[in-house]
C-alpha cells in the first residue's frame, strides 16, 4: 500500500505526527475487499451505525431520567409528554434496540451460512459473541429502567436464573438486587451498567474490527483473496453500497418509530411496577424469545438455565466445532439445507417463547431445543465426515470473469 | 469525479455534480431534522414551562417586612417598603449610581417593591430579607459573596455588580395580589 498524498498543508502537518489520516485513509478509503460481496455484508456497517445511534439517543434520554423507583415511570412519562421531542428520541431508542438485534442476528446468520467464523477468523467471531452477550446485557438492563410492570417482572425472573447456581446461587441474587427484592438499589445500578456497557461494546467492536481488517471480510463464495484483481478499495465501492442498504434501514426504522412504535413493545410495561401483582402472562422483549423458549423446555431449574446460556456457549466454540475446511453454504449442498433448518428452528424457539409454558407449546419447545443443539454439537462436527462439497473455485475472479473458466479450473484442480 | 472516461460529455459531468451536490444537501438537512431533537430537549420542558408563573399573596406583609418566594427556581424578594424608605428611594439623585434608574419605574405600587433576588454579578443571593440581616450601606441588600450593595430599590450602588437587579414582570390581580412571570 503506497503512502496517500494529502494535499491540504495542514492535514499534511498533522499527519506527519500523528498519522491518523494516513490511517483513515488506509482502513477506511483504499481498504481492499473482495469485489464479491453481497448486501448482506451491509449487516456489519448497519450495526454500527445501530449502536451509535443508540449511544447518541441514550445519552440524550438518560439527561431526563431518574433512576429511582419513586420517580422512574413518571419521569420515563415525563420524557414521552413533556420534554422537547423526548418522545421521538424515546421511540428512536426503543425501536432502536429492536432493529439492533434485527442487523445482528441477520449479521451471525450471515457468518453461519458462509462460514465467516473459520480460520483464520476465529477470534473476530468470538468477538463478535462477546458482542452479543453484552449487547444482551445491556438490552435486558434497558428494559428494566421504565420501572412498567414487564420491567419489575422481567428483571425479577432473569436475575433469579442466578438462583439456580448450587448452594451460592441465592447469595449471589441478593448480591445482585443489594437487597431482598428488585428494589430502588436494583434499579440503580441496573441505570449505572445501562450506561457504561455500551462503551464497552465500542470497545470490542474496535477489537472486532482490527482482528476483521487482518484477513479482510470473509465472501460469499468463502475462498481467499488471491491478489489484487480479487478486490476494490473499499470507497467509493462498497461506501455506496453500505449508504444504500442504510437508507433502506432508515426508512425501515422511520416506519417503525413514526406509525407503529409500540408494535414490538408490551403494553403492561405502561403499567407501574407493582411488587405486589404478577401480570398474567410475562414475555421479555422479543430478541430474548428463543433463549426464553429453551430456558422453559428444560424441566429442571439448573438444567434450563444451563441450556439457555449453552445456547451462546456453544457459539464461542463454533469455529473448533465446525470441521469442514470450505467455508460458504454455496459448496456445502447437505449444510445448506441444514442451515435453513436451523433458521427455522430459531423461528420456531422465538414463537414458542412468546406461547404460555403449556401443553404442545412444551412438547415443541422441547425438539426445537433438541435440534438446536444437535445442530451445533453433533451436525458441524460430524457432517464434514458424510458431506460430499462441491469444488471450489481457484479465484474470486474466475467465476465472475467466466463460467467455462471455473469449470476447467476446478476440472484440472480435480485430476491433480 | 471529472476525470471519469465513462461520461460521454460535458452534460454528462454536470448532471452527476448536480445529483452529488443534491444528494449531499438533502443528507445535511436530514442530519441537521435529526439534530435538532437531540439539541432541543435540552430546553425547558412543557412542565417547566407550565410553572413559568408564581401567584403571591401579599395580605399578611406588614409594613417594613419581607418575602421570598421561589419563582422558575429563583427566589424572588417582595418588600413592604416603609415611608421613610420611599422617601429615601425618590430623593436620591440618579447621579450616584452605576446604572441609573428613578425608583418609580421599578415598581408598580410603590409600598411593594418586586425583585429578582439574584445579584448580577455572579448568581448569588443576597442578604437583607430577614431582619437580622445585613442590609448594607444604603438600606437595602447587600450580597455577601463579592460585596455589593443595593439600595431599597434594588439599585446597585456599591461593588462589583454591573447592573440594578432585576424586576420581574408582574402584575397586580389585586390589591395583595400579585403573579409573577
Known sequence: MS?????????????????????MDHELNHYPTPKNLNYFWNFGSLAGIALITMIVTGIVLSMNYTAHVDHAFDSVERIMRDVNHGWLIRYIHMNASSFFFIVVFVHIFRGLYYGSYKAPRELLWILGVLILLLMMATAFMGYVLPWGQMSFWGATVITNLFSAIPVVGESIVTWLWGGFSVDNSTLNRFFSLHFVLPFVIVGVVILHLVALHRFGSNNPIGIDVKGSQDTLPFNPYYTIKDLFGLGIFLTLLAAAVFFFPNFMGHPDNYIEANPMVTPAHIVPDWYFLPFYAILRAIPDKLGGVLFMFGSIAV???????????????????????FFWVLVFDCFLLGYLGAMPAEGIYVILSRVATAYYFFHFLILFPLLPYIEKTKPLPISISQPVLSGAATAAASATREKK | ???????????????????????????????????????????????????????????????????????????????????????????????????????????????????????????????????GDVKGQYGGWFCPCHGSHYDNSGRIRKGPAPTNLAVPSYKFLSETLIRIG
Open chain 1, 315 to 337: 457459539l464461542f466454540v463454533l469455529p473448533w466445532l465446525d470441521r469442514s475446511p470450505v467455508r460458504s453454504s454455496q459448496f456445502r449442498p447437505i449444510f445448506k439445507i
Open chain 2, 1 to 131: 469525479m471529472s476525470k471519469n472516461s465513462n461520461l460521454k460529455s460535458k452534460e454528462d459531468e454536470g448532471k452527476r455534480d448536480f445529483l452529488i451536490v443534491s444528494t449531499y444537501a438533502l443528507a445535511g438537512v436530514g442530519a441537521a431534522a435529526f439534530v435538532w431533537p437531540l439539541i432541543d430537549q435540552m430546553n425547558p420542558a412543557a412542565d417547566t414551562l407550565a410553572l413559568a408563573s408564581t401567584e403571591i399573596d401579599l395580605s399578611s406583609l406588614e409594613e417594613g417586612q419581607s418575602i421570598t418566594v421561589k419563582w422558575r427556581g429563583k427566589p424572588v424578594f417582595v418588600r413592604y417598603r416603609t415611608k421613610e424608605e420611599i422617601k429615601q428611594a425618590n430623593e436620591v439623585s440618579l447621579d450616584e449610581m452605576r446604572d441609573p434608574q428613578l425608583d418609580t419605574d421599578r415598581v408598580t405600587n410603590e409600598k411593594y417593591i418586586v425583585l429578582v433576588g439574584v445579584c448580577t454579578h455572579l448568581g448569588c443571593v443576597p442578604l437583607g430579607q430577614k431582619t
Open chain 1, 3 to 23: 503512502k496517500p498524498k494529502f494535499k491540504n498543508p495542514v492535514v499534511k502537518w498533522i499527519d506527519y505526527r500523528l498519522p491518523i489520516f494516513t490511517f
